[in-house]
């Protein structure tokens, strides 16, 4: 098979993904092995390739990528899903079960888990193994290519608006900070719910530009400020310097949800911003539950994701395209293109 292989963590610029021809994988006895037809392109997947992540985590050669729509072509007896059917893999592959955080519902948190395109082969690639137990079904009503931007930006955009604990959506004011993969999703189930969204991005021409068409009741640049106070905010780009701003847009008992595994420093913060009971809090990861719960709400609120289309050779190029903001919606790889 034929996969875009990490051999040691460089800036994209360099691109540093080499296309290689592998030996296709073998499942081990609680894996489903896939093939691939394509696998969304997520800003983790650029903190993985420039080794912006806990070093602990890396087992090179890595084969990043960690949204893959695939159909199963073997499957361990017992399994839920079986060999012919259509799956997404997503970025939590394994957890221990046993931990504290495991036992009460919050496996996201858990102590010894396993990530898809890091601690272990992604779906940049032909094919891939992944745990039986978190894979999901895919509904008839998403293509591959629909499908697989839902399966790390759209779960996670999912908990972050569920971390926002709105004590009701419908009228609800939620901000925005930043308008990529993830926001653009997850303002379609903002508004599906009630909700008015206001978002901030710094892109003119295509982020702006799509928030608009998707509904934004205001948009504007990145340092500039809504025109309400707002019940909730998410930062979904990486930069530690709109806190503050966002933290000063909030109302009384606001909440500001950090949504990305990787950010850069965060300044310091005036307590007055922070004082009427406004909270500050991050996301990790996403439990199972999120994942499938998500994915019935994106169905039933007829989620359109924006994508732009990569052949599984153009991978590098991808990836810069994402770094530079130059993708409206999301990037996806596909295999035959």
Known sequence: M????????????????????????????????????????????????EGELDPAGYAFPLIPGHQVVGTIEAAPAGAKLQAGQRVGVPWLNKTCGCCRFCESDRENLCRSPGFTGW?????????????????????AALTDIEAAPLLCAGIIGYRCLRQCEMRSWAGAKLGLYGFGAAGHIAIQIARHRGADVYVCTRDHKRHQKLAEELGAVWVGGADETP???????????????????????????????????????????????LYWERVIRTVANNTRADGREFIAEAVKAKIQTHTRVFALSEANEALIALKMDAIKGAGVLVMDA
């Open 2 to 49: 034929q996969a875009q292989v990490l051999y040691k963590c460089q800036p994209v610029t360099e691109k540093p993904l080499v296309l290689t021809d592998l030996d296709k994988p073998l499942a081990t006895a609680d894996d489903v092995l896939i093939k691939v037809h394509a696998c969304g392109i997520c800003r983790t997947d650029l903190h993985v390739v």
């Open 119 to 139: 601690t272990r082969n992604g779906g940049f690639a032909e094919y891939v193994t992944a745990s039986a137990d978190f894979v999901y079904e895919i509904p």
């Open 227 to 273: 025109p309400v106070k707002l019940d909730a905010a998410i930062i979904f780009a990486p930069a530690g310097e709109i806190v503050p701003a966002a933290l000063k847009a909030l109302d009384r008992d606001g909440r500001l949800v950090l949504g990305g595994i990787h950010m850069s420093p965060v300044p310091e913060i005036d307590y007055r911003d």
